[in-house]
């Protein structure tokens, strides 16, 4: 019985020893490559709360961070005991260039749900326009970002175009310019509207007082003088201030007698 199906004992114990040795060792690489994973997970997720990252991202970032990490060590493992990983490889590779592909427009949605998670070009409140859109940022997801509209519309923009387009974030700064045009007759006095306007703003408590007041005769159109006008406020009074200074603007030009003139045409009859 010095031999097994034509396998010496000496070669089969010499086998054994190969394979137990390689065992061990692929159990080896398999617990401590677990264990940096792990470690590496907690670090991921500790970068991600400094950064103060959104916890949806967060938690999808770190399960396709560990699935990945866990199949390198399983496939190290594999490689450990012997067994030939090329054709593995190829073939999750080819299988994720088949999904990528199908879901190529998904990804990028991701991609640009990522992107704006991370860099914070604008958050949930503030006030934006884009993609031919405006409104108020009312959550941001993975593939998404909803907005309300002033008259409570909701719209929902996919990230991919979101985060590779232009937009306007109308909350970004602490403070925002208004302008205003407002129009005089030609026979009306100009010094003295432009001192009712200006007075009328330096009176308003939500005008930026250390910033420049701009009360000035911007063009001379075909039916008026009009007034080119500017003043800073905070920018969650800009519409406040806005509409609040037109009205002022009428009812005391219209009090002074300031004419406030409309589009007309004189006709000159000549015999």
Same mark, same amino acid.
């Given at each position: 019985?010095?031999?097994? %199906?034509?396998?010496? !004992?000496?070669?089969? $114990?010499? &086998?054994? @020893?190969?394979? *137990?040795?390689?065992?061990?060792? =692929?159990? #080896?690489?398999?617990?401590?490559?677990?264990?940096?994973?792990?470690?590496?997970?907690?670090?991921?997720?500790?970068?991600?709360?400094?950064?103060?990252?959104?916890?949806?991202?967060?938690?999808?970032?770190?399960?396709?961070?560990?699935?990945? %990490?866990?199949?390198? !060590?399983?496939?190290? $493992?594999? &490689?450990? @005991?012997?067994? *030939?990983?090329?054709?593995?490889? =190829?073939? #999750?590779?080819?299988?994720?260039?088949?999904?990528?592909?199908?879901?190529?427009?998904?990804?990028?949605?991701?991609?640009?749900?990522?992107?704006?998670?991370?860099?914070?070009?604008?958050?949930?409140?503030?006030?934006?326009?884009?993609?031919?859109?405006?409104?108020? !940022?009312?959550?941001?997801?993975?593939?998404?970002?909803?907005?309300?509209?002033?008259?409570?519309?909701?719209?929902?923009?996919?990230?991919?175009?979101?985060?590779?387009?232009?937009?306007?974030?109308?909350?970004?700064?602490?403070?925002?310019?208004?302008?205003?045009?407002?129009?005089?007759?030609?026979?009306?006095?100009?010094?003295?509207?432009?001192?009712?306007?200006?007075?009328?703003?330096?009176?308003?408590?939500?005008?930026?007082?250390?910033?420049?007041?701009?009360?000035?005769?911007?063009?001379?159109?075909?039916?008026?003088?009009?007034?080119?006008?500017?003043?800073?406020?905070?920018?969650?009074?800009?519409?406040?201030?806005?509409?609040?200074?037109?009205?002022?603007?009428?009812?005391?030009?219209?009090?002074?007698?300031?004419?406030?003139?409309?589009?007309?045409?004189?006709?000159?009859?000549?015999?």
């Amino acid at each position: 019985m010095e031999e097994i %199906l034509g396998v010496s !004992v000496e070669t089969i $114990t010499a &086998n054994a @020893l190969v394979w *137990a040795k390689q065992l061990v060792i =692929a159990l #080896l690489i398999l617990w401590i490559g677990m264990r940096i994973v792990k470690v590496m997970l907690r670090g991921f997720k500790k970068a991600m709360s400094l950064r103060e990252m959104d916890p949806s991202l967060t938690t999808f970032l770190e399960s396709l961070l560990k699935i990945t %990490l866990q199949a390198f !060590v399983l496939i190290a $493992t594999i &490689n450990q @005991l012997g067994v *030939a990983t090329t054709s593995i490889v =190829a073939v #999750l590779g080819a299988a994720g260039l088949a999904v990528g592909m199908a879901l190529s427009g998904t990804l990028q949605n991701f991609a640009g749900g990522a992107m704006i998670l991370m860099f914070k070009p604008f958050k949930v409140g503030d006030f934006i326009e884009a993609q031919g859109y405006s409104g108020t !940022v009312k959550s941001i997801q993975i593939f998404v970002t909803t907005l309300t509209t002033p008259d409570n519309k909701l719209i929902i923009l996919p990230n991919g175009a979101l985060s590779n387009g232009s937009l306007v974030n109308f909350s970004a700064q602490d403070f925002r310019r208004v302008d205003w045009v407002f129009g005089i007759g030609y026979d009306a006095d100009l010094d003295e509207a432009k001192s009712t306007v200006r007075g009328l703003l330096e009176a308003d408590e939500r005008v930026v007082k250390d910033k420049p007041i701009l009360v000035e005769l911007g063009a001379m159109a075909d039916s008026s003088v009009n007034l080119t006008t500017r003043a800073w406020v905070k920018a969650e009074h800009y519409w406040d201030v806005h509409f609040a200074m037109n009205e002022a603007v009428y009812k005391s030009f219209n009090a002074k007698g300031i004419s406030i003139p409309y589009p007309q045409m004189d006709v000159h009859l000549h015999k």
